[in-house]
């Protein structure tokens, strides 16, 4: 009679395909599959923030753009009118007020004047002059926004920016270190004022 030796064997004689090496096997594979699975994801990630990044960067300086355009046409429409831009500084009679943008949005120069300071940091213009230059009264004002500080936008029609002194500016610049960029000019329409959607008392023309 011959025995075998089946009944004799112990826990660890089974054979490779036994269902516990299996299972050990199956879950190194899914723990290799989730580690590249997580790294994957983790360099989609690592290339989309700067994309982000730039994207809500670029929101935010066109935005900004958009509120120094309003402000530069809102002077000279009111230089239009009465002159000369106004003068530095909320103590002089018509000086502008960094905080309340006064005399514009009192004399209708420019509307939604709450909107246009939400967007900026303190909730105020940084600066404001009107130099004189050749006999001839120009003006520049510096925007710097709310959320972003690293944006800086000018607004200027002057030769007399501290950054760019004798270089004659007009239009909207972004402030790079030392540096001036220019990002748009500043065209006005002639003729009668009318709302915009920005809050500025532009010109229409009839014709």
Same mark, same amino acid.
């Given at each position: ?23 050990? @096997? ?18 989609? !990630? ?5 994309? !982000? ?10 935005? /900004? ?30 000086? $502008? ?13 420019? !509307? ?9 940091r303190?909730? *105020?213009?940084?600066?404001?002059d009107?130099? %004189?230059?050749? @006999?001839?009264?120009g003006?520049?004002? $510096?925007? !710097?926004?709310?959320?972003?500080? %690293?944006?800086?936008? /000018? ?7 501290? /950054?760019?002194? @004798? ?8 402030? *790079?270190?030392? *540096? ?7 065209? $006005? ?5 009318t709302?915009?959607? $920005?809050?500025?008392?532009?010109? *229409?023309?009839?014709?």
């Amino acid at each position: 009679m011959r025995i075998t030796d089946t009944a004799h064997r112990g826990p660890n004689d089974g054979e490779s395909g036994s269902p516990m090496i299996g299972m050990i @096997g199956m879950r190194g594979v899914s723990l290799v599959q989730a580690a590249l699975g997580l790294a994957v994801a983790s360099l989609f !990630v690592a290339l989309a923030i700067p994309t !982000v990044s730039r994207a809500l960067q670029a929101s935010h300086q066109e935005r /900004l753009a958009g509120t120094a355009q309003v402000l530069f046409a809102a002077i000279r429409h009111y230089e239009e009118d009465h002159g000369s831009p106004p003068p530095p500084g909320s103590k002089q009679p018509d000086g $502008l007020n960094l905080r309340t943008l006064a005399p514009l949005s009192q004399a209708g120069y420019l !509307v939604d004047t709450d909107e246009i300071l939400s967007l900026l940091r303190d909730g *105020r213009v940084t600066a404001y002059d009107c130099p %004189e230059s050749a @006999g001839e009264a120009g003006f520049w004002i $510096l925007l !710097v926004d709310r959320s972003r500080p %690293e944006i800086q936008l /000018l607004a200027a029609a002057t030769d007399a920016f501290p /950054l760019a002194p @004798g270089q004659w500016l007009e239009g909207i610049y972004q402030i *790079r270190g030392d *540096r001036l960029v220019k990002l748009r000019d500043a065209s $006005l329409a002639p003729t009668h004022r009318t709302q915009s959607p $920005l809050g500025l008392a532009t010109e *229409r023309d009839d014709g």
